[in-house]
């Protein structure tokens, strides 16, 4: 059987005893449906990472440890259009995520590394980053 996976996330300033009700809930609700906690002013959720930081929130980019550093890598036998794009897509991902300008630098600075890695040249990453701005 295939499964659907959803997930909710809420932040609530309710007392633990009270949020402890939700282990009660996995208890006696169907095995299907698992119900979890977690606790903290930091979620990963997909590729986004929220942090709370009074009185807003700041959003950065999360990569789970096993797919860092890996991206398509320049010499593949891919068509060059999709290689191309590649440094560009990840900054616009990156723009679209970071809430703060430092977070972007700092992500940008990641995804050169991250292209060095996977034998990108120098130039054509300035190049194609640089699209983006």
Avoid: W
């Avoid at 932040?11 to 606790?39: M, Q």
């Avoid at 794009?85 to 703060?100: D, E, G, K, Q, V």
């Amino acid at each position: 059987m295939g499964g659907n996976i959803r997930t909710i996330t809420t932040s609530t300033k309710l007392p633990s005893e009270k949020i402890e009700l939700l282990s009660e809930l996995n208890k006696k609700n169907d095995p299907n449906i698992k119900i979890t906690r977690e606790g903290g002013k930091t979620v990963d959720y997909l590729d986004v990472t929220t942090t709370i930081e009074m009185p807003n929130f700041r959003t950065t980019v999360f990569r789970k440890f096993a797919a860092q550093p890996y991206v398509l890598p320049f010499h593949s036998s891919h068509p060059r259009h999709i290689i191309r794009n590649i440094p560009y897509t990840l900054t616009l991902r990156a723009a679209r995520i970071c809430s703060h300008p430092e977070d972007l630098r700092t992500e940008i600075d990641k995804i050169r590394v991250m292209l060095l890695l996977n034998k990108y040249p120098p130039k054509f990453i300035k190049r194609h980053v640089g699209r983006f701005f």
